[in-house]
């Protein structure tokens, strides 16, 4: 849209000054400088509006190749046997990361606990490297005033939210990952 706008409005001008030199009283200009004069302006339409596509093209060339440089983070929560829960995360991308800081939050009810601290904020990722964390659910929710199975039990759900941020481009981005409710029953997390 934005080559074509600049193509009309280049398109516009051309033809004010084929206007003003085909109506000008002080050019004074016979008519084969007319035709030339009018041949010369279109043929510098012709490549000013080239290169407003080139030079568009490019600028979206340089933009995919630069998103395909950003480098992508899975999360997945995991429970195995004993409480254990397991926080597997891997780069999928051929780009490392730099600044991976990991945000893990469990909301239940009105309150929100960070586990953020169960990971080393501002780390380095290669490509393609995966990496687990396990973690005593249950045990470690006491260590933090919470009985995970009896606030579930009590009706509030339990729901762990994963996200990160890391720098690309001299920006921060965040990313939303998935989120988890736990399941007293069965004491695992379920995607929700």
């Known amino acids: 849209m934005v080559p074509i706008s600049i193509s009309v409005v280049l398109g516009f001008l051309a033809l004010i000054a084929t206007y003003l030199i085909n109506t000008s009283a002080t050019l004074q200009l016979s008519d084969s400088e007319v035709i030339n004069s009018t041949i010369a302006i279109f043929a510098c339409l012709g490549g ?3 290169a407003t596509f080139v030079v568009y093209s490019y600028m979206q060339t340089n933009k995919s190749f630069l998103l395909g440089l950003k480098p992508s983070l899975l999360i997945q929560v995991v429970t195995g046997d004993d409480d254990y829960s397991f926080i597997n995360y891997s780069n999928t991308s051929n ?3 730099t600044d991976l800081t990991m945000v893990i939050n469990l909301k239940i009810g009105n309150r929100e606990i960070d586990l953020s601290d169960l990971f080393k904020p501002k780390m380095s990722m290669a490509a393609h490297d995966v990496r687990h964390k396990q973690i005593n659910t249950c ?7 919470i009985d995970l199975n009896k ?15 890391y720098t690309f481009n001299k920006k921060l981005e965040k990313r939303n990952g998935a989120e988890y409710k736990w ?3 069965n004491q695992r997390w379920e995607l929700l």
């Open 151 to 165: 606030e579930v039990n009590m009706g509030n759900n339990a729901v762990l939210t994963t996200a990160y941020s």
């Open 183 to 185: 399941n007293a029953e």
């Open 95 to 97: 780009n490392e990361f």
């Open 48 to 50: 000013l509006v080239s």
């Open 139 to 145: 045990e470690l929710l006491k260590e933090r005033g």
